[in-house]
Structures are given as structure tokens and as C-alpha cells.
């Protein structure tokens, strides 16, 4: 499967960005799709993930500032970064799980990845 992250780009502190993930057809009616990021000298981690009935998780770092909208373009993940701090400079990357539940936020268990979008937030 081929994911394709779209939609990054610079903010100021207290901004927000869209991303957005186009996943072929198959991938993603039946993955678990997610949300990751990597910000320079750290490990990837977690961010949010959206399983196939609809639940999404959140890691509590961004939880109450990042969602992922319900009105999402056919085969299309997005997510809305709000609120954004210059610790969420990150490259994000989208991830599919071929699970119909996420089974969490680890990085591990995401056998397929974009090239990721960089997302720079200044103060």
C-alpha cells in the first residue's frame, strides 16, 4: 500500500495546520490508520490512530488539540493540529495497521508508512 501525507508546512505558536493521508481504496476500508511524528534527536511516537468503526485514540500529548474529523474525504485520513506549540515541530508521518482495531500507538506494530510532511511551529 502506498500512504501519501499532504498538508504540512510552518504556524505560529497557538495556529493550526490540516494534514492530510491518501491511502489506496483496499488499505483504507480495512487498516487501522494512523498518525505519527518524529522531531529531530527523538523517537517516533504515537499521535492518534482511527480504527475501521470509527474509534480514534489519542496520545495524551496532543489530546484536546489534534482530532481527527469525522468528514474525512473518501479514502482520506486527516488531522486537525490546533492549538500548536513548538514542540509539535515534527515530521508526521501516516501508518496503516492491517488490523481492523488499532491495537495501539506503537510505532512497531505499523508495517506501512508514508514519507511523512514536516510541520515546523515557531513562538
Known amino acids: 500500500a502506498q500512504l501519501m501525507e499532504s498538508g504540512g508546512g510552518s504556524a505560529q505558536t497557538g495556529g493550526s495546520l490540516r494534514l492530510s493521508c491518501v491511502a489506496p481504496?483496499?488499505?483504507?476500508?480495512?487498516?487501522?490508520m494512523g498518525w505519527f511524528r518524529q522531531a529531530p534527536g527523538k523517537k517516533r511516537e504515537g499521535v492518534a490512530t482511527l480504527d475501521r468503526s470509527g474509534i480514534a485514540i489519542y496520545a495524551d500529548s496532543v489530546k484536546g488539540r489534534f482530532t481527527i474529523p469525522k468528514d474525512n474525504a473518501k479514502n482520506t485520513l486527516s488531522l486537525e493540529l490546533g492549538s500548536l506549540k513548538p514542540e509539535d515541530t515534527a515530521i508526521y508521518y501516516c501508518a496503516a495497521e492491517p488490523t481492523w482495531l488499532c491495537s495501539s500507538l506503537n510505532v512497531r506494530d505499523f508495517p506501512i508508512w508514508g514519507q511523512g510532511t514536516q510541520v515546523t511551529v515557531s513562538s
Open positions: 481504496p483496499f488499505a483504507y476500508a480495512t487498516n487501522c
